[in-house]
Structures are given as structure tokens and as C-alpha cells.
């Protein structure tokens, strides 16, 4: 509990005052003090790298029997030990919040992703301040730590540049360093990027080679190599958490094709493929049963044989992407070994932080924003057949098809989002600390969590878990310590007990049987949505003798599943999961969910104003809105953007082409609309002005758009469609289009800058804000695709 006199479980440790002597003279013989000792943890600590990949089920990895190359974490397994009973919360933001957090996530207020985030505990997004996150105990406790990558923890109304930054990883969550997004999703090509806080543009363009998790992997060496070089007795902690593999689905092309041909049989072969190679590896019991699937999953032989080669392709490609993931994964890997450390790391590396995703449609999709604002009608297999070539690249977005996620997922039943069966909540993990582990190469089949992870590790650092952190009592750690397990492979389990729970979706683990109900399934977002809690069918598994939840007991053993279901409540009572919330319309809009909102339907946007996202400016989705800018022109004219929302896959710019006001409207990469003044803007202070007239009716039709200098009009036309969801994670900067552009209008980059002077934007919507959002479906969908 104690080293040097310094007691660590009140966080910082408090400092003691000098008590010795005070000579007058810093030159006589009686002025000698004790040395300043830097901050350290307990000798002995090792350096820590949490590796979280992203939306990747238990049977893609083929360390755990999948189809996807990952030698990476193959050596590492080899070396280490393979966890084949960790379990995830199901999605995303819940997940990395228990990782970092080793609580349950409603305790730490993350019930669902934070686009979704409500007034009630247990669903704010809003970390408790008793509830100090894993980097903050071990910064103040001496080690240094650095994020690299995905965030999405950060409440949505706490994300733009006015922070405030207390939950951000860089200041607030304990992390010394930051490079990654904030969000749940990002371009791969044309990422969002900050930082610590401050917004980067990527350092080059795809057409120069860049992709995010190269990006994220050299910042990652770089950092290690610095610390070894400046502090090489101090120990680190990294976050290493790439936005691979979540949608969309980007990599080279040349990663894709090692994979030409391998699924042309398609899932149902691929999942006995990967059901006998689990066996062969023993990630799974030579009696464990493959799950049947589900009605709703098409099968591979009812698709439409059309459609077929573009869905290989999905895979091919989703494949590639997890192996190009390993690959940079490794390249880390060995850069700490080149360092000399790599013996003494404790290394996790947790595939996936849920179930593969089954939010791509049945069919996949070449652009997620299409699905994602209701128009999957627009993606025929035609339309599919003639982008073939283009799936992975910078002009696609995307996601493939829900029968793939199931088949990532093998042999478990479901997927991502369905927290009551294995395939959304079971992931495959390896851990590895040769100094510390003397097994190499064996399985660990003891149940664990996520939640175990944040007591491992002050566990296998000599550290307790702090009473107080900045003066707040603690509440304490709810996971167990894996380090039992390491070299224990027989040792009974220690986390006997284990609620799941996203979107009603629920179960509970307690001492080797699970009893569960799926409320929800991820890619039908109305039906069954309908159901009252009460009337959701529970199912009963025994873990003893069902390792993959094949044979529902609950017909036969309704003792033993009323037991289990006071069990779930006894639970969900105590870590605020209640009041249960399936709502998907309601938790959408902030007004209604309760949670904050930045602007209204009026806002000034001002020169130098940037790094905003969607939710930053007024909502002008599915109803009227007008943008008036007050500029000078400059002799000879100007040009450049005013404002932009989107990118190169969807979005809108209003700029000056020509010297006249322009607006370009992006469907979805796929048919852009000009509307064009007449006449340029005169040299002088001038008013240019957009103003869009919504037809209503319902999500995503058309309007009317006008275009005016100084109140004459000088230009109108018709849009005949509009995405009434989003257009994804693009920054919106004040008088430029930073990241990818909208239109071909103008050049990439700072050259398309506007070149006269802005003063101010004034964007305005009309009061009937929501009147027209009738389609509950669509706005899940909207939620979801940020995850």
C-alpha cells in the first residue's frame, strides 16, 4: 500500500512538507535535503498496451479458428495465453467505457453509444466523478499513458471545439496523449482527427498511401520510442484502439485481393469451416454444438445469384481489413521489442469490442449512408455489380452483409447489439506478459469480462484501487482480476456472476447457466421493437454441458429460469440498468431523451469557427433553412466555400464559383445537383444567401432552393431528394471544405479557401424542427451507424 512513505489510495498522492532543518546559508555543511524522486509505481510494474480492435466477431480472427489471416495475434498467442470465455458488452461506447472504467457500464452511465444518451443514471453518457477512469489511477500513481484511436465516450454536447474537455481522453481521462476521434465511426482515408485537443487534418491524401491505422500505428511507435529515450525507467500504459474494423470497411485493394475467391461458397459453408477449425484449435469443446441460424439471416442459397460476386467481395475485402489491422498491430509489436521491452509489457489484445456488426442490411451496402437514410432501395445488384471493383477505396463507404456477421460470429447465435446470446457479447482475447505468465500457448476457458481488465492490471502493477481520486470517494472496481488465471488453468473462475444488457436486448450469467432475451434484433429496427418487456421470451442455457447456447432448457427447467430472471433484476437494480429503454424516435432527439443541445435554430458562425461536426451547427435535416453570409469582395472578385457540411460521400457546399453563389448538393456520391447565381457577387460588402424550401411529406425528400445577393435572387432550382439522416464524420470549417470535397467544383484542401473576407454566417431553420421526422426506423438507424 505503501513505497518512499507515499500512500497510494488517495489519488494524487498528497505531497509532505519538509520537516528537517532550514539552514540560512544553502553553502554550509547543515543545507543537505533528500533528492527530488520522481513519481514511479511500485518496482516491478511492467509496461501495459490494451489493443482493442473493433467490431470483430469470436469467429473471424484465425487465432480463433476464423477465416481472416491475423499471425500477429497468432505469435502473440503462441507466446501467451488465449482467452476463449471473454466477454464484451455489445457495442461500442459501453464497452471501452467498462475497459477503462472496470465497472459495469450503467454504473459508469454509458448504458448505449452517446448519440442515444438519456436523463436517466445509468444512461447519461456522463462518467461519474467516483468512478476514476484506468489511465488516470495509473498516471497518478507515476506511469505515463497515451490513447492512440477510437474514443466515443465523450458526451455528444461535449465533443466541439467549446468543450468543455473533462472527459475527453486528453485532458480528462487520464491520458497524457491523444491522437485519434472522438466519434464512433470514421473515414479511413479522410479521418477526423485530433490531437490531444487541438483538430489535425490528416498528414496526406489517399492518393499519397495514407490510411488511419497506419497513421495511428507510427504516432504509436514514435510514442513508446520517446518514452524509452526520456524516461526508460518509467513505465507506460497505451491504449492502442484503431477504428478497424468498424464500417467503413476500408483498405487497399491489394490486401483485399489475398483473399480473391475464398467465400465464393458464402456463409453457411464458411461458418462449418470455421466451426471445425475452432475445434481443431480448442477455443471451443470437441462436444460443443454449432447454433442454427436464424430465420431472419437469409441463407447463402436464397440470395440472388446476381448479387452473389459482390458479396464475396465484401468479405474478401472485410478480410483484408482485419488482416491489414494485425499487420500494423504487429508492426507496434515489434517496435517494443526492438525497444527491449516487449518481455516486460502485459499485453491484451481484445478482438473486437462486440459481436461482428449485422448493421450492413441483408444485402451489404457500397455506401452505409444509403441504408443509413433509408434509400437501400437505390442499391440493386446492378448498381452493386458496377462499383465491384471499387469496395474498400476512398469513393466507397462500405459494409457487408448481415449473413457475414453472423458467420464472424461463429459458432455463436446473433451478433454486435444483441447483448443476451454469445455472438454479441463473446470475443476472442489474448493476453501475453512473458515475464509474468509461464503458460505459452494454452487456452484459459475461465468466464471473464471486460470489466476484469482495469483490476489486472493495478493488480499486476503492485497498485490498490484508490479510496479517493481528487478528492471524491470511489466507488469500487466491479470486474475481478484475471491474474489469477495466468498461470492457473484450472482454477475455478472468480467472476461467477455477469448482467448484459443493450437496447432491451438482456441476459444474465450466474454460476455456469445463462438465461436470456433477445428484444431487438440490430438491422430491424421496428416490429419486435413493440414487444413489452414483460412479454419477451426468455431462454435458459447450461454453460456445463452447452458451451455455444444451442439447447434452450427454458421448457424444461422453469425453476432454474425463474431463478436466473430474479437474478437479472437483482442486477440491473443494483448498476442502474432500470428504468429498461428500447425507445429509439425519442432517445434520437435531445429534447426528449433530456440530454444537452449546443444550438437552436439560430446560430452566427464567425472566421476561424472549425473542427465542427453535425450536431455542432443548427439541425437543418427535413425542414426549411436559410445560410446568409456577410462578405467583402475583393477587386477582381472571389472565390472559394462559405460553408460545407459532409464530404465526398454526401454533403452540401455553398460557395462562390466564378464569382457567383453556387450550391452543390452530394447524394451520396452518386448524382450531385447545382444550383448556380446568374450573377457574381460584386466587388464591396455584400449579403450572399442560400435559402431551401422543404417539401415535407416525410424523411429525406426534396425542396426548393434560392439563391439571392443582397435580397435579389439570382438563381433557383429543385432537389429532388435529400439524406435525411447524415452524412457522416466530416469536419465543417468556416470558409473552407479541410477534408474530403463535396464536389469536383473546387480544389481539395486549403486551395479552395474563400478568397475574399468572411464576417459572419448566419444559419436559421424553421420551427417545425421535427415535424416531418415520422420515421422511428430511420432514426435508429441514424444512432446506430455512429457506434
Partial sequence: MTEHGRLRTVLPIPDRDYAGPIPYDAKSGDAKFPAIEPLRPPAGAPNVLIVLIDDVGFGAS????????????????????????????????????ALLGGRNHHTLGMAGITEMATAAPGYSSVRPNSCAPLAEILKLNGYATAQLGKCHEVPVWETSPAGPFDRWPSPGNGFEYFYGFLGGETDQYYPTLHEGTTRLDPPASPEEGYHLTEDLTEKA??????????????????????????????????????????????????????FARQKELGVIPQDAELTERHDVIPAWDDMDDALKPVLAR???????????????????????????????????????????????????????????????????????????????????????????????????????????????????????????????GEVRSQFTHVIDVAPTVLDVAGLPEPDFVNGVGQKPFEGVSMRYSFNGADEPERHETQYFEIFGNRGVYHKGWSAVTKHRTPWQTTGDVGIAFDDDVWELYDGSSDWTQARDLAAENPQKLAELQRQFLIEATRYNVLPLDDRSFERVLPEVAGRPTLVGDRQILRPGMGSLLEQHVVNWRNRSWSLTAQVTVPPGGAEGVLLNLGGHAGGWAFYLKGGAPTFCYNLFGLEWTYIRGTAVAPEGDHQVRIEFAYDGGGLGKGGTVTLYTDGVEIGNGRLEKTEGIGFGYEYTDVGKDSLSPVTDDYPAGNANAFTGTIHWLEMEAGQDSHAHLVDPASLMRAAMYKQ
Fill in 62 to 97: 484465425s487465432a480463433f479458428g476464423g477465416p481472416c489471416s491475423t499471425p500477429t495475434f497468432e505469435k502473440l498467442a503462441s507466446n501467451g495465453l488465449k482467452y476463449s470465455r471473454f466477454h464484451t458488452t455489445a457495442i461500442c461506447s459501453p464497452t471501452r467505457a
Fill in 314 to 440: 465484401q468479405m474478401e475485402n472485410y478480410a483484408g481489413f482485419l488482416e491489414h489491422t494485425d499487420h500494423y498491430v504487429g508492426k507496434l509489436i515489434d517496435a517494443i521489442d526492438e525497444l527491449g521491452q516487449l518481455e516486460d509489457t502485459l499485453v491484451y489484445v481484445i478482438i473486437g469490442d462486440n459481436g461482428a456488426s449485422a448493421e450492413g442490411t441483408l444485402q451489404g451496402t457500397f455506401n452505409e449512408l444509403i441504408s443509413l437514410n433509408g434509400m437501400g432501395e437505390i442499391e440493386t445488384p446492378e448498381f452493386l455489380m458496377e462499383r465491384i471493383d471499387q469496395i474498400g477505396g476512398p469513393e466507397s463507404s462500405p459494409h457487408y452483409a448481415v449473413g457475414w456477421a453472423h458467420a464472424m460470429c461463429t459458432p455463436y447465435q446473433w451478433t454486435k447489439q444483441v447483448a443476451s446470446h454469445w455472438g454479441g457479447t463473446r470475443n476472442g482475447t489474448i493476453v501475453h506478459w512473458p515475464n509474468g505468465i509461464e503458460a505459452k
Fill in 221 to 274: 511507435i514514435a510514442w513508446v520510442g520517446q518514452q524509452a529515450s526520456l524516461v526508460p525507467d518509467k513505465p507506460w500504459f497505451m491504449y492502442f484502439a484503431p477504428g478497424a474494423t468498424h464500417a467503413p470497411h476500408h483498405v487497399p485493394k491489394e490486401w483485399a485481393d489475398k483473399y480473391k475467391g475464398e467465400f465464393d461458397d458464402g456463409w453457411d459453408v464458411q461458418r462449418e469451416r470455421t
